[in-house]
């Protein structure tokens, strides 16, 4: 036992040696700014993959178990980000900003498509990125056409948001702060209420993947100047793939404007969300092949049906974040976190979502029908 010990640590010093080692690579190739945010992107990925900490599986549990650790978790890093983010802000107006969007029918719509979807892969923008790093063949296939789905959604966009939307609104500082707490508090007492008996509590494991979560959320507000998202970078990921396949983007409101033909066109590591991006797969495949040495990467034999419908849930994945700006991640998480009301009404919109997609998943033969 222990010689075995002793053999799995030159492979693990390697991991680690080859993970500062791209990091140092970007910061002397691309960037300082480019190293630290795949840095950040790393964390993420350590977090979410080492915990085993995400937005889907929680809420699953608190849907079929009613379990709130993981969503009072979630809470508690929402929280703890907006105390320092919404003042920061405010004190940092054009230096940093918030990811305010607006409310409309295409954004709510979408949030509750979303909820659907990341049921049925087991995986929102963030776990996918973690499972596909960690060697998940199911998230392996969901995303290409995630990203498919997310450049098709952007293409589209102004056509669904003159449908009719909302200004964007939203709460800045202090008063923002004790507003979202508040709110924060409020949903916190119902999943309290909610819980099943003896299920109440926030596990420890959950509290520090909070801590280490919002931590991270704020370094990357700090260094990108914007909150932390997903979905935009691979969108971003698509359309280059498009571009290069000779494909013309000027019939798109979104792709043809200016800053987005200049990120279509530039190297994509000074994109700031293709970074965190590939540091969350990078972070998961560190923590994945540090405990097994090497992916999980057998197929499991499910039925024709669940590929099928592994893909089109990816593709609804995509497509459905970007009209609802954002998923778990960029709406949910970071929406509330910096003020903006949208977050709000994405969550109860994808949560309705969520608590059907729990239900057509065995339907659609991922998992066994209980």
Known sequence: ??????????RRTGLIVTAVAVVLAVMILVGVRQGLLLAVGLGFGLTLEGLRFGFAGPWRAMILRREPSGMYAHL???G?????ALPLIAARNGELAGALAPVGWAMIGGAFVFGIAMQVV?????????NVG??????????????????????HLFWWTDLGSLPAVGVSGWSG??????????????????????????????????CLVSAL?????????????????????????ATALGADLSGSAFWSASESVARVNENVLLDVTSLTNIGIMLGAYLVASWRRGALASRVPNLPLRAWIATAVAGLLL????????????GAFFSGISTGSLHGWVWFAAAFAGSMLGVQLRPRLGLEPRQ
């Open 318 to 329: 995509g497509y459905s974040s970007r009209l609802a700006f954002g998923c778990n991640v």
């Open 76 to 78: 508690l890093a929402i």
């Open 134 to 155: 960690s060697g998940n063949p199911v998230s392996f296939a969901a995303l290409p056409f995630f990203a498919i789905g997310s450049f098709a959604g952007a293409y």
């Open 1 to 10: 036992m222990e010689s075995v010990a002793v053999a799995v640590w030159p």
């Open 122 to 130: 087991l995986g929102c923008g963030s776990g996918t990125l973690v």
């Open 177 to 210: 702060v004790a507003a979202t707490l508040a709110a924060l508090a409020a949903v916190a007492v119902v999943l309290h209420r909610c819980g099943a008996a003896g299920q109440r509590r926030l596990h420890t494991r959950h509290l520090v993947a909070a």
């Open 217 to 241: 959320a704020l370094a990357n507000l700090v260094v990108a100047g914007q909150p932390w998202g997903v979905v935009y970078g691979l969108g971003l990921w698509a359309a280059k793939g």
């Open 80 to 84: 703890l980000v907006a105390v320092v």
